[in-house]
Structure formats: C-alpha cells, structure tokens
C-alpha cells in the first residue's frame, strides 16, 4: 500500500502529459465570479517546466469520509494570540506533514500526524502526506475536509469575522466551528482575520469589491495581498495546512511555483 500511494503521488501529480500546453504564466485555482479571471487565466492545473499537476475532484463521499472514518489526536487550544509572538522560521525544503494510520480494525480509525523531512522520509515510515511543511493545528484530516468542501472558503471566513466585528473572537469562533473547523484550527483563523482587520483595514475597505485576482496581470487585490503579507507568515507557521501546500485549487487563483503537487489518498 506505501508503494502504491507512493506510485500514485507520481503518476498524478507529477507525469508529463503529451498534448496539454505548457504555460507558466497561467494560475493555479478554481475560477469563480468573485476571482476576476477567466479560465484561460487560471485553472485547476498546473503545467510548467516540464511537469504537470491537476489534482483529482474529490466528492462528497471522500470528503465525508475525512470525518467520519478517521480520529485524530487531540490538538489542545491556543492558550495565546500568536500574532504577539515572534514568526517562526520557515521549514527547511522538503518538510512534509503526514498522517500516522493506527489500528486498522477501529472505527474511526485513529491516527496521529508527524513533521517528517521529505515524502521519502514519511512514506517509509508508513505514512501518507497530507500537506507540504510541518504539522500545525489546521493539519488534521476533519479541517482538510473543511478545505475541500469551500471552493470560496475565504467568503464563509469574512461573514464569521463580521459576526465578530464588535472586538471579540468568540462569535467568530463559534460561526467557524460551524463550517467544520476543529476549535485549534478555528482560532488561528479568528486570530488571523482580527490581525487583519487591525493592520489593513483601510486599505481592505477601499477595495472591498474589488475582485480577488487583477483581471490584467493576475495579482491579489490589494486588501488579500496585505492579509498575504501581514498576517499570512504567522497563520502558516500556526495553521500548517494551506490550501496551496495541499495542492487544493480554490477561487483566489496563484502561481504554480507557489503550489504544492499532492494527491490526497489515505
């Protein structure tokens, strides 16, 4: 079975397929009304230098049964807004967070996450990849399920934060908990849109309508490209699992150099 996932890693997500364009210069997401580019701009693939990537569609079934099937370990809560703390450094290249199956015969079948410095290195322990960089609180496989579910997961996001809008988090805890987030995962989110609203909040009500991606070149809208560089280094080292180091296509289209190529298979 490790030789298997191993061997389905490859042939998906990094074969070169004859007959598909290989054009760099075009985005990795899922287009929606609210992104501003068309499908000829950004697409749920990638094909650049020689490699190809485009994850499979994963259906409800799948999705579900990320939460029904499987018991991780219990993260323990936040004890503190990360955002006072210093950021952490970055992962050295390669690092990989992989799920731990235990007891076969168990439903749910539990398992624990682990921090392993390659996919090499996680596959021979047994392990399947389930995001590149380390494990943080977003790793867990119910907040992937969360992931996949929200093509435009930033949308439900911003409607919890402006139940929250009055200064408290605890609103917005609760409204994120609600889209499936577990509570550790859910308060580096709350964590991260207060950040937000205290640092770029001027410049995110100038362009509140603004489309997610600059129709002419692609570039985030001013107010996600100051969430990206204000708060998006800390949300990362706390959180762990991002949509793109999932390899997960979403409506705020990126470059393939900034995605990560992995099939979820556990």
Same mark, same amino acid.
């Given at each position: 079975?490790?030789?298997?996932?191993?061997?389905?890693?490859?042939?998906? =997500?990094?074969?070169?397929?004859?007959?598909?364009?290989?054009?760099?210069?075009?985005?990795?997401?899922?287009?929606?009304?609210?992104?501003?580019?068309?499908?000829?701009?950004?697409?749920?693939?990638? =094909?650049?230098?020689?490699?190809?990537?485009?994850?499979?569609?994963?259906?409800?079934?799948?999705?579900?049964?990320?939460?029904?099937?499987?018991?991780?370990?219990?993260?323990?809560?936040?004890?503190?807004?990360?955002?006072?703390?210093?950021?952490?450094?970055?992962?050295?290249?390669?690092?990989?967070?992989?799920?731990?199956?235990?007891?076969?015969?168990?439903?749910?079948?539990?398992?624990?996450?682990?921090?392993?410095?390659?996919?090499?290195?996680?596959?021979?322990?047994?392990?399947?990849?389930?995001?590149?960089?380390?494990?943080?609180?977003?790793?867990?496989?119910?907040?992937?399920?969360?992931?996949?579910?929200?093509?435009?997961? *930033?949308?439900?996001?911003?409607?919890?934060?402006?139940?929250?809008?009055?200064?408290?988090?605890?609103?917005?805890?609760?409204?994120?908990? *609600?889209?499936?987030?577990?509570?550790?995962?859910?308060?580096?989110?709350?964590?991260?849109?207060?950040?937000?609203?205290?640092?770029?909040?001027?410049?995110?009500?100038?362009?509140?309508?603004?489309?997610?991606?600059?129709?002419?070149?692609?570039?985030?809208?001013?107010?996600?490209?100051?969430?990206?560089?204000?708060? *998006?280094?800390?949300?990362?080292?706390?959180?762990?699992?991002?949509?793109?180091?999932?390899?997960?296509?979403?409506?705020?289209?990126?470059?393939?150099?900034?995605?990560?190529?992995?099939?979820?298979?556990?």
């Amino acid at each position: 079975m490790r030789r298997r996932s191993a061997l389905l890693l490859v042939v998906l =997500a990094l074969s070169c397929k004859s007959g598909l364009k290989q054009d760099c210069a075009i985005l990795f997401g899922s287009p929606t009304a609210d992104t501003g580019l068309t499908g000829d701009q950004c697409r749920p693939l990638c =094909a650049c230098n020689g490699t190809v990537f485009q994850p499979p569609a994963y259906d409800d079934a799948f999705i579900q049964s990320l939460v029904d099937d499987w018991l991780p370990e219990s993260a323990p809560p936040l004890d503190v807004d990360p955002y006072s703390e210093p950021v952490p450094a970055d992962d050295p290249p390669g690092t990989v967070c992989a799920v731990l199956p235990g007891d076969a015969a168990a439903h749910p079948r539990p398992y624990s996450l682990a921090t392993f410095p390659s996919t090499d290195a996680a596959l021979a322990a047994g392990a399947h990849p389930t995001h590149f960089g380390h494990c943080g609180v977003c790793s867990t496989l119910a907040n992937l399920a969360v992931y996949m579910r929200y093509v435009d997961l *930033g949308k439900p996001v911003r409607s919890c934060g402006f139940a929250a809008s009055d200064g408290g988090i605890d609103g917005d805890l609760q409204c994120l908990q *609600g889209l499936g987030f577990d509570l550790p995962c859910a308060q580096i989110w709350a964590y991260n849109t207060q950040h937000t609203r205290s640092v770029c909040l001027d410049v995110c009500l100038d362009h509140f309508a603004d489309y997610y991606n600059n129709p002419d070149d692609g570039t985030l809208n001013p107010c996600l490209q100051c969430d990206e560089d204000q708060s *998006g280094p800390v949300f990362k080292a706390v959180a762990g699992r991002t949509r793109r180091n999932s390899g997960l296509p979403n409506a705020i289209c990126r470059p393939c150099s900034e995605v990560q190529p992995l099939v979820h298979s556990y």
